[in-house]
C-alpha cells in the first residue's frame, strides 16, 4: 500500500495545502487537496473518496474534483456519513453554488454518494474500509483501510481526546491522527475536539493500553502558524515514548 500526503494541514497557505490523503492513486480520503495538487490525469485515477466529516478543510475539493470529472466525462464515488452527505448536497453540489453532480449527466451521473455506517465493514475498490466514529465538533468517523495483503491504515480525521473506545476497533500499522496546535493550546483543543501533542500522549498511551503496541505514527492537520512548536513537542515526545512519530507535509509518500 502506498499513501500519498496530498495536503497535511488546517489551514491553506502558499506552501501547505487542505488535509487530503490518496492510497494506491485510487482511494483518496478527505478532499482538502485533490484538485490542487493533482493532475487532470490522477484526478481520474481517483475511484472512491472517503470524507471524515462535513467542515470545509475536508470536502474543499468535491466540486472542483467533480467539475472535471464531468467535464472529462469520469466519475467518482464518495463514500461518508450521513450528515456529511446532507451538508454537501444542501450547501455545495445543490444546483446554486456547483451543479448537483448526482444528476448530471442524467445518463452516467459523475458523483455517486454510499451512506457509511459506523462500525460496519465495507468492501471498496478492493480494500477493506472500516468506519470508526471519533470525538469532534461535528459528527465525524476515522477511516481504517486495510491492503488485500493485510497491510493496515488508520486516519482519524479531526478528533479531539479520549478515543479509547475507536482503539478497540482498529490495529494499523500506520495511524495517521491530527495535532491542530500545540500544547499552549491545550484547553483549546480539548474543547474544539482537537489534539495537541500533550493530548496525543495520552491517547498513544491508550492505544498502547488497548492494543498491546504502538504504530507507525504520522501527524497532519496542524495549524501551520503553530508548526514549528508542534514539530519540537511531537520530537520529545517521540523520544519519550521511544516510538516513530513524524510530521505529515503535501508531498510524503509512505510504503507499507
Ligand atoms: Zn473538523
Ligand atoms: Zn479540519
Given amino acids: 500500500m502506498d499513501i500519498q500526503v496530498l495536503g497535511a494541514h488546517n489551514c491553506e497557505w502558499q506552501k501547505t495545502r487542505l488535509i487530503s490523503l490518496l492510497i494506491d492513486d485510487v482511494l483518496a480520503i478527505d478532499a482538502g487537496a485533490l484538485t490542487s495538487s493533482l493532475s487532470l490525469e490522477a484526478q481520474q485515477k481517483i475511484k472512491a473518496l472517503l470524507l471524515t466529516h462535513q467542515h ?18 469520469a466519475t467518482i464515488k464518495v463514500y461518508t456519513i450521513t450528515p456529511v452527505h446532507d451538508a454537501l448536497t444542501r450547501h455545495l453540489l445543490n444546483d446554486e453554488l456547483y451543479p448537483d453532480f ?8 459523475t458523483v455517486r454518494f ?25 459528527p465525524t468517523v476515522g477511516y481504517q483501510v486495510t491492503s488485500a495483503d493485510g497491510q493496515a491504515v488508520f486516519y482519524t480525521g479531526d478528533t479531539g ?4 473506545n475507536c482503539w478497540r476497533h482498529v ?15 491545550t484547553e483549546w483543543a480539548a474543547d474544539a ?3 495537541t501533542p500533550g493530548l ?3 491517547e498513544l498511551q491508550s492505544f498502547g493500553e488497548v492494543n498491546g503496541y ?19 513537542e511531537i520530537v520529545a515526545l517521540a523520544e519519550a515514548l521511544g516510538s516513530s512519530i513524524t510530521l505529515g507535509y503535501a508531498g510524503m509518500q509512505i510504503s507499507l
Wanted: hydrophobic content about 40%; proline content about 9%.
Fill in 200 to 202: 496525543l500522549k495520552q
Fill in 171 to 185: 490495529s494499523p500499522q500506520l495511524l495517521i491522527i491530527e495535532v491542530t496546535a500545540s500544547d499552549r493550546y
Fill in 56 to 73: 470545509y478543510d475536508h470536502i474543499k475539493d468535491v466540486p472542483t474534483i467533480a467539475m472535471n470529472l464531468f467535464l472529462s466525462g
Fill in 102 to 109: 448526482r444528476q448530471q449527466p442524467a445518463s452516467n451521473p
Fill in 193 to 195: 475536539g482537537h489534539l
Fill in 161 to 164: 481526546p479520549g478515543l479509547a
Fill in 214 to 232: 504502538l504504530p507507525r505514527v504520522v501527524v497532519v492537520h496542524m495549524n501551520p502558524a503553530l508548526e514549528e512548536e508542534i514539530a519540537a
Fill in 114 to 138: 454510499t451512506i457509511i455506517e459506523p462500525h460496519q465493514t465495507e468492501h471498496i475498490e478492493g480494500y477493506t474500509v472500516l468506519a470508526v466514529p471519533v470525538n469532534h465538533s461535528v
